[in-house]
T-cell receptor, first 114, second 111 residues
Framework: GAVVSQHPSRVICKSGTSVKIECRSL??????MFWYRQFPKQSLMLMAT?????????EQGVEKDKFLINHASLTLSTLTVTSAHPEDSSFYIC??????????FGSGTRLTVV | SQQGEEDPQALSIQEGENATMNCSYK?????LQWYRQNSGRGLVHLIL?????REKHSGRLRVTLDTSKKSSSLLITASRAADTASYFC???????????FGQGTELSVKP
């Protein structure tokens, strides 16, 4: 079956630094990848949609200069949280879409900014 | 808001009872999916129902879809303590090709 690997699973960083989160589809080529953010006790909010080789499409209210998304290949998308602040602390989840498998989610990354 | 609505927000039942969760969405969809999430963990895909389907079963799960009301329900029969988790519906919208999650239902099944 389809597997999406997301790393790291947990990261703690200092305010002002940048953090990169990787999302890889291991056994299929994802035409589209999605990035979600989830605050405690809340639902998943779609941040952006990325297609390989093109710029990501960001949802309203999501700062594209702060959350940099790079979809360099059909199997890898990265989310970089730049100049992180404590309010960026959240659970970030990626999802890869391939027509034969539908949506497959990564296991998530818990980001804590101190 | 991009999110659909779910109710109830929280549901507490005894083992063996049935649990029903409802979800509403906003516009035309291709399909609707239900996911489960244990506290602080990733998502587990439970079931997908397409817009031209009205009901679907998978084990103890039964999902219905009413496109005229833009709503879906998830029924878990004969619940177990291990079913304790948060349950989310997610609508795949025709416009924009996005998967948008509902607000979720926190289910607690007491042994």
């Amino acid at each position: 079956g389809a597997v999406v690997s997301q790393h790291p699973s947990r990261v703690i960083c200092k305010s002002g630094t940048s953090v990169k989160i990787e999302c890889r589809s291991l056994d299929f080529q994802a035409t589209t990848m999605f990035w979600y953010r989830q605050f405690p006790k809340q639902s998943l909010m779609l941040m952006a949609t990325s297609n390989e080789g093109s710029k990501a499409t960001y949802e309203q209210g999501v700062e594209k200069d702060k959350f940099l998304i790079n979809h360099a290949s059909l199997t890898l998308s990265t989310l970089t949280v730049t100049s992180a602040h404590p309010e960026d602390s959240s659970f970030y989840i990626c999802s890869a879409f391939y027509i034969n498998y539908g949506y497959t989610f990564g296991s998530g990354t818990r980001l804590t900014v101190v | 808001s991009q999110q659909g609505e779910e109710d109830p927000q929280a549901l507490s039942i005894q083992e063996g009872e049935n649990a029903t969760m409802n979800c509403s969405y906003k516009t035309s969809i291709n399909n609707l999916q239900w996911y489960r999430q244990n506290s602080g963990r990733g998502l587990v895909h439970l079931i997908l129902i397409r817009s031209n389907e009205r009901e679907k079963h998978s084990g103890r799960l039964r999902v219905t879809l009413d496109t005229s009301k833009k709503s879906s329900s998830l029924l878990i029969t004969a619940s177990r303590a291990a079913d304790t988790a948060s349950y989310f519906c997610a609508a795949f919208y025709n416009q924009g090709g996005k998967l948008i999650f509902g607000q979720g239902t926190e289910l607690s099944v007491k042994p």
